[in-house]
C-alpha cells in the first residue's frame, strides 16, 4: 500500500514539475500598488493596466458602501493568466473532462488572500469572477450574517460592473444570467429567502445557476429597478431581521403579499433592457505603481503560493521545492513553504521555514504573524513564548490595519493570565477593524472570560455563534460556550452561596479601607505619592501641535498612574520606563516595560493604566503619521503633607 503512495505522489509532482517547464521561458511582471499585487504574464502594460483596474474596483465598492470607507479591506495577490494555457497550469483540476472552465478564481487561507484571472477570457468582463469574491471579502467582515440570497444577489450586482474610461457602470444586466432565468423556472420566494449554506441550491450544481441568478434578479429589482423605486422595501427587510423577525417574517412585514412580488418578478426579468447605476471612475495615480521583472524562482513562488491557499499543499510543495533549489534566499518562497507544511500536518518544520522567511525579510508583517500563529497553536499557547509575543506586537507595528495579529495577541495573554487590560484591548481593536467576525467575538470571550466578566463572555459568545460563517466557526463558538458553563458549575460548586457573580456588581479592592470612629482622635503622620512625567518621542509626526497633543495624552493618563497599587508600592523613590504607540484613532498598543521600577506591582500597574486609557485622544486628520511612539518614564516619590 504505501509504495503505491509514493509512486502516485512521485507521479503528481512529475506532472506538476513538467507543465510548469512549459512556461520557463516565460517573462513575469510583478506589479505592487496600495492594495494589490498582481503578477502576470502578459506583460508590463496589461500588469499595470490590471493594477489600477483593481484600485478602482476597490474605490467603488468602498465608495458604494458606506461602512466599508473607514475599515481596511484585505491585501489580495492576483495572478493575471494572459491565455487559457497559463489558467489551465493554475488551475489543473479544472481541466479535467467534465469540469467547467473557470476565468478567474478567488481563495484565502491563514489570513492570506489570492486570486487568478484570465485575461483573454470570452465575455465583456474577465474580472466578474473576482469581483464578485472580491465585494464578499470587502463587505462579510461587517455583514456576517446577511442572508445567503442577499448577500450573492448583492456580489453578482457589484461583480458585474464594468470600469470604461468616461464611468463606472454597477448593476449592468449580464445575458448568461437572463438565459438562465428565461430557461429555468423560478424558485419560489418564501424557499428562495430560507436558503442557507447547507441547501441544496447553496451546494448542488445542477441549482445553484438558477438561485444566483434569481438572487441577482431580485436584489437588482430591489436596487434599481423603477429608478430605484423600491429601495426602502430592502431596508424596511433588512430593519425587520435586526429587529429579530424571521426570514419569513421579515420578507412578509416589508414585501407584503410574495406571491405577487413573484409575478412582478416575472415581469421584470423579461424587460427589453435593465436600468443600471453609473459613477466617475476613481481616479488612481499610475505613480504609486512598483514595477519589476520576476526571476524563475519568485515566479515559481507565486505560483506555489497559489497552490497552497488554494488548499493544495502537494502541488505547491513540489513547485515551491523548485524555487528553493533556483533561489533559496528568496523569502516569500519560505513563507508559502510554512503555509504548505501545516497544511500537511507539520506544524514543527513550518516554524522553521516561517522563521527563515522572517530572517530574510523582517519586515514583512505577515511573516511574523504566520510564525507566531504556527508557535501558538496545538498547545504552545499554553507556555511562554517571548519570541511569538514580539513577533505579534512587531506585525501589529509592521501594519497596523492587519487584524489577526491583535486578536491572537489578546488569546496568547489570556492565556498567560496576564495584561489582561492591554489583552481586552487588542481583542477590541481586532474587532473594530472586523465587527462581524466571529472568531474576533470568541477571542473576546476568552479574554473577558479570564477577567470574570461572565456576562459580557455570554454576550460575545453569542455574537460569535450567530455570525459563524461555517461549520468550523460554529462548533468553535458552541464548544466554547460549553467550556464556559463547566467553569461556572465549578465554580459555583467550589464557593460559598454567599459568594455573588462580579458581573452583576461592582468591582471592589482588596486594599484595605480608612476606618471612621476613634481612629481619627490620634494625629498620625500623613504622606502623598508625586508623580513626575518625562516623555521622549522616538516615532511621530513633525507637527506644531504635537506638544499640546502629548499635553492631552499625559493628561489622559495621570490619574490612572497614582493608582491604589502605586500608592502601596512607593515607599521610596522608584522610576519606571515604558514605551507605547498611539495610532491615528487614539487606540494603543505595544506597551512593553523598557526599564523596571523593581517592583513588579508597580511596572504592571502603569502598564495598565496605559491599556485602560486607551483609545486616547485622536490625533488630527491632517497628521500624516500613522502611528506616534513615545517613551515615557514616571518618577514615583513621597512627600510630607500636612494634615490638618
Given at each position: 500500500?504505501?509504495?503505491?503512495?509514493?509512486?502516485?505522489?512521485?507521479?503528481?509532482?512529475?506532472?506538476?514539475?513538467?507543465?510548469?517547464?512549459?512556461?520557463?521561458?516565460?517573462?513575469?511582471?510583478?506589479?505592487?500598488?496600495?492594495?494589490?499585487?498582481?503578477?502576470?504574464?502578459?506583460g508590463?502594460?496589461?500588469?499595470?493596466?490590471?493594477?489600477?483596474?483593481?484600485?478602482?474596483?476597490?474605490?467603488?465598492?468602498?465608495?458604494?458602501?458606506?461602512?466599508?470607507?473607514?475599515?481596511?479591506?484585505p491585501?489580495?495577490?492576483?495572478?493575471?493568466?494572459?491565455?487559457?494555457?497559463?489558467?489551465?497550469?493554475?488551475?489543473?483540476?479544472?481541466?479535467?473532462?467534465?469540469?467547467?472552465?473557470?476565468?478567474?478564481?478567488?481563495?484565502?487561507?491563514?489570513?492570506?488572500?489570492?486570486?487568478?484571472?484570465?485575461?483573454?477570457?470570452?465575455?465583456?468582463?474577465?474580472?466578474?469572477?473576482?469581483?464578485?469574491?472580491?465585494?464578499?471579502?470587502?463587505?462579510?467582515?461587517?455583514?456576517?450574517?446577511?442572508?445567503?440570497?442577499?448577500?450573492?444577489?448583492?456580489?453578482?450586482?457589484?461583480?458585474?460592473?464594468?470600469?470604461?474610461?468616461?464611468?463606472?457602470?454597477?448593476?449592468?444586466?449580464?445575458?448568461?444570467?437572463?438565459?438562465?432565468?428565461?430557461?429555468?423556472?423560478?424558485?419560489?420566494?418564501?424557499?428562495?429567502?430560507?436558503?442557507?449554506?447547507?441547501?441544496?441550491?447553496?451546494?448542488?450544481?445542477?441549482?445553484?445557476?438558477?438561485?444566483?441568478?434569481?438572487?441577482?434578479?431580485?436584489?437588482?429589482?430591489?436596487?434599481?429597478?423603477?429608478?430605484?423605486?423600491?429601495?426602502?422595501?430592502?431596508?424596511?427587510?433588512?430593519?425587520?431581521?435586526?429587529?429579530?423577525?424571521?426570514?419569513?417574517?421579515?420578507a412578509?412585514?416589508?414585501?407584503?403579499?410574495?406571491?405577487?412580488?413573484?409575478?412582478?418578478l416575472?415581469?421584470?426579468?423579461?424587460?427589453?433592457?435593465?436600468?443600471?447605476?453609473?459613477?466617475?471612475?476613481?481616479?488612481?495615480?499610475?505613480?504609486?505603481?512598483?514595477?519589476?521583472?520576476?526571476?524563475?524562482?519568485?515566479?515559481?513562488?507565486?505560483?506555489?503560493?497559489?497552490?497552497?491557499?488554494?488548499?493544495?499543499?502537494?502541488?505547491?510543495?513540489?513547485?515551491?521545492?523548485?524555487?528553493?533549489?533556483?533561489?533559496?534566499?528568496?523569502?516569500l518562497?519560505?513563507?508559502?513553504?510554512?503555509?504548505?507544511?501545516?497544511?500537511?500536518?507539520?506544524?514543527?518544520?513550518?516554524?522553521?521555514?516561517?522563521?527563515?522567511?522572517v530572517?530574510?525579510?523582517?519586515?514583512?508583517?505577515?511573516?511574523?504573524?504566520?510564525?507566531?500563529?504556527?508557535?501558538?497553536?496545538?498547545?504552545?499557547m499554553?507556555?511562554?513564548?517571548?519570541?511569538?509575543?514580539?513577533?505579534?506586537?512587531?506585525?501589529?507595528?509592521?501594519?497596523?490595519?492587519?487584524?489577526?495579529?491583535?486578536?491572537?495577541?489578546?488569546?496568547?495573554?489570556?492565556?498567560?493570565?496576564?495584561?489582561?487590560?492591554?489583552?481586552?484591548?487588542?481583542?477590541?481593536?481586532?474587532?473594530?477593524?472586523?465587527?462581524g467576525?466571529?472568531?474576533?467575538?470568541?477571542?473576546l470571550?476568552?479574554?473577558?472570560?479570564?477577567?470574570?466578566?461572565?456576562?459580557?463572555?455570554?454576550?460575545?459568545?453569542?455574537?460569535?455563534?450567530?455570525?459563524?460563517?461555517?461549520?468550523?466557526?460554529?462548533?468553535?463558538?458552541?464548544?466554547?460556550?460549553?467550556?464556559?458553563?463547566?467553569?461556572?458549575?465549578?465554580?459555583?460548586?467550589?464557593?460559598?452561596?454567599?459568594?455573588?457573580?462580579?458581573?452583576?456588581?461592582?468591582?471592589?479592592?482588596?486594599?484595605?479601607?480608612?476606618?471612621?470612629?476613634?481612629?481619627?482622635?490620634?494625629?498620625?503622620?500623613?504622606?502623598?505619592?508625586?508623580?513626575?512625567?518625562?516623555?521622549?518621542?522616538?516615532?511621530?509626526?513633525?507637527?506644531?501641535?504635537?506638544r499640546s497633543?502629548?499635553?492631552?495624552?499625559?493628561?489622559?493618563?495621570?490619574?490612572?498612574?497614582?493608582?491604589?497599587?502605586?500608592?502601596?508600592?512607593?515607599?521610596?523613590?522608584?522610576?519606571?520606563?515604558?514605551?507605547?504607540?498611539?495610532m491615528?484613532?487614539?487606540?494603543?498598543?505595544?506597551?512593553?516595560?523598557?526599564?523596571?521600577?523593581?517592583?513588579?506591582?508597580?511596572?504592571?500597574?502603569?502598564?495598565?493604566?496605559?491599556?485602560?486609557?486607551?483609545?486616547?485622544?485622536?490625533?488630527?486628520?491632517?497628521?500624516?503619521?500613522k502611528?506616534?511612539?513615545?517613551?515615557?518614564?514616571?518618577?514615583?516619590?513621597?512627600?510630607?503633607?500636612?494634615?490638618?
Open positions: 500500500m504505501y509504495p503505491c503512495r509514493r509512486v502516485v505522489a512521485v507521479a503528481v509532482a512529475i506532472l506538476v514539475v513538467s507543465s510548469l517547464a512549459e512556461a520557463k521561458h516565460e517573462t513575469w511582471i510583478e506589479v505592487r500598488s496600495t492594495n494589490f499585487v498582481v503578477v502576470t504574464n502578459a508590463e502594460k496589461q500588469a499595470r493596466k490590471s493594477a489600477l483596474q483593481f484600485e478602482q474596483i476597490r474605490a467603488v465598492f468602498r465608495q458604494s458602501l458606506a461602512v466599508a470607507k473607514e475599515y481596511p479591506s491585501f489580495v495577490t492576483v495572478i493575471a493568466a494572459k491565455d487559457e494555457s497559463t489558467m489551465r497550469e493554475l488551475l489543473p483540476e479544472y481541466w479535467v473532462k467534465g469540469h467547467v472552465h473557470p476565468a478567474g478564481l478567488f481563495s484565502s487561507r491563514l489570513n492570506n488572500y489570492q486570486a487568478a484571472v484570465q485575461l483573454d477570457a470570452q465575455g465583456s468582463n474577465p474580472y466578474e469572477t473576482f469581483y464578485h469574491e472580491y465585494y464578499h471579502s470587502i463587505t462579510m467582515p461587517f455583514f456576517p450574517d446577511l442572508p445567503v440570497w442577499l448577500a450573492e444577489g448583492l456580489a453578482e450586482f457589484f461583480g458585474h460592473t464594468q470600469i470604461e474610461e468616461k464611468y463606472v457602470g454597477m448593476g449592468q444586466a449580464d445575458n448568461d444570467l437572463l438565459r438562465e432565468l428565461n430557461q429555468q423556472a423560478l424558485i419560489p420566494l418564501n424557499v428562495l429567502f430560507n436558503v442557507d449554506q447547507s441547501s441544496p441550491y447553496y451546494n448542488e450544481s445542477n441549482r445553484t445557476s438558477i438561485f444566483y441568478a434569481e438572487s441577482w434578479a431580485l436584489t437588482h429589482y430591489l436596487m434599481v429597478g423603477d429608478k430605484q423605486g423600491h429601495k426602502p422595501l430592502l431596508a424596511a427587510y433588512l430593519d425587520a431581521l435586526e429587529k429579530g423577525k424571521t426570514q419569513d417574517e421579515a412578509v412585514a416589508a414585501f407584503g403579499d410574495l406571491k405577487k412580488l413573484q409575478n412582478t416575472q415581469v421584470y426579468i423579461r424587460q427589453a433592457s435593465y436600468f443600471f447605476l453609473k459613477m466617475d471612475p476613481p481616479k488612481i495615480s499610475e505613480e504609486e505603481l512598483k514595477v519589476r521583472t520576476l526571476s524563475e524562482a519568485e515566479a515559481d513562488a507565486y505560483r506555489g503560493g497559489f497552490a497552497t491557499v488554494r488548499g493544495r499543499p502537494q502541488d505547491a510543495g513540489a513547485i515551491l521545492q523548485e524555487a528553493l533549489q533556483l533561489d533559496p534566499n528568496f523569502a518562497t519560505h513563507l508559502y513553504l510554512a503555509m504548505t507544511e501545516f497544511q500537511s500536518g507539520q506544524r514543527k518544520i513550518a516554524v522553521e521555514s516561517a522563521s527563515q522567511a530572517t530574510l525579510d523582517p519586515k514583512n508583517y505577515y511573516a511574523r504573524y504566520l510564525r507566531a500563529f504556527l508557535a501558538t497553536g496545538a498547545s504552545g499554553m507556555s511562554r513564548d517571548p519570541d511569538a509575543e514580539e513577533d505579534l506586537r512587531q506585525a501589529i507595528a509592521l501594519e497596523p490595519e492587519f487584524s489577526p495579529p491583535y486578536a491572537l495577541l489578546a488569546v496568547y495573554l489570556a492565556f498567560q493570565n496576564e495584561n489582561l487590560e492591554e489583552a481586552l484591548g487588542y481583542a477590541r481593536k481586532a474587532i473594530s477593524l472586523q465587527p467576525s466571529s472568531s474576533y467575538q470568541l477571542s470571550a476568552q479574554v473577558l472570560l479570564r477577567m470574570n466578566k461572565y456576562s459580557e463572555v455570554g454576550t460575545a459568545l453569542a455574537r460569535a455563534s450567530a455570525w459563524a460563517r461555517n461549520p468550523q466557526e460554529k462548533a468553535n463558538a458552541e464548544s466554547f460556550s460549553s467550556y464556559v458553563q463547566q467553569v461556572r458549575q465549578f465554580q459555583s460548586m467550589a464557593q460559598p452561596r454567599s459568594v455573588v457573580d462580579d458581573s452583576a456588581q461592582p468591582q471592589t479592592s482588596a486594599t484595605p479601607q480608612p476606618t471612621t470612629g476613634n481612629a481619627g482622635l490620634s494625629p498620625v503622620p500623613v504622606s502623598a505619592v508625586h508623580l513626575q512625567m518625562n516623555v521622549v518621542v522616538l516615532n511621530g509626526p513633525q507637527v506644531s501641535g504635537l497633543y502629548i499635553g492631552d495624552v499625559l493628561g489622559s493618563l495621570q490619574n490612572g498612574f497614582l493608582n491604589p497599587t502605586a500608592m502601596e508600592a512607593v515607599k521610596e523613590p522608584r522610576d519606571v520606563s515604558i514605551e507605547f504607540t498611539i491615528k484613532d487614539g487606540t494603543v498598543y505595544n506597551i512593553k516595560i523598557v526599564s523596571s521600577s523593581g517592583d513588579a506591582a508597580l511596572d504592571q500597574s502603569a502598564r495598565d493604566a496605559i491599556a485602560k486609557a486607551s483609545p486616547l485622544k485622536a490625533m488630527p486628520a491632517d497628521w500624516n503619521a502611528t506616534l511612539s513615545l517613551r515615557m518614564n514616571l518618577v514615583y516619590s513621597q512627600e510630607a503633607v500636612d494634615a490638618h
